[in-house]
């Protein structure tokens, strides 16, 4: 059983890179510290820039500037791409 946590971030003017640093480090020892299988997504609302790395239908959503972080998008597209992954007893955990 694998556990995928997607995080959804943008990084506004750098505002919240800091908080991110902060608690990854103290997540993943914890996690480490367990004998859980896991694996962290970061999925960025870039605002106007690209990532050829998304399905091509997820572009137009990512090269979209808006001002509002959208949680719903983001937590999407981490799905999308985790989904070929997952396995049955897999868990999903969205934060």
């Known amino acids: 059983m694998s556990t995928f946590i997607i995080l959804p ?5 750098g505002k919240y890179l800091k908080a991110l640093d902060e608690f990854i480090e103290p997540f ?3 996690l ?3 004998n859980i299988d ?3 997504i970061l999925v960025e609302q870039l605002g ?5 790395t998304l399905p091509s ?16 998008r983001t937590i999407n ?7 070929d992954k997952m396995l049955d007893d897999d868990i999903f955990i969205f934060h």
């Open 77 to 83: 597209i981490g799905y999308d791409i985790l989904k």
């Open 28 to 30: 993943t020892s914890y």
């Open 9 to 13: 971030f943008k990084n506004t003017n």
């Open 38 to 40: 896991y694996e962290i």
């Open 57 to 72: 239908y997820y572009s137009h959503l990512i090269k979209d500037n808006d001002e509002f972080f959208n949680l719903g």
């Open 48 to 52: 106007g820039g690209s990532n050829t």
């Open 32 to 34: 480490n510290s367990t």
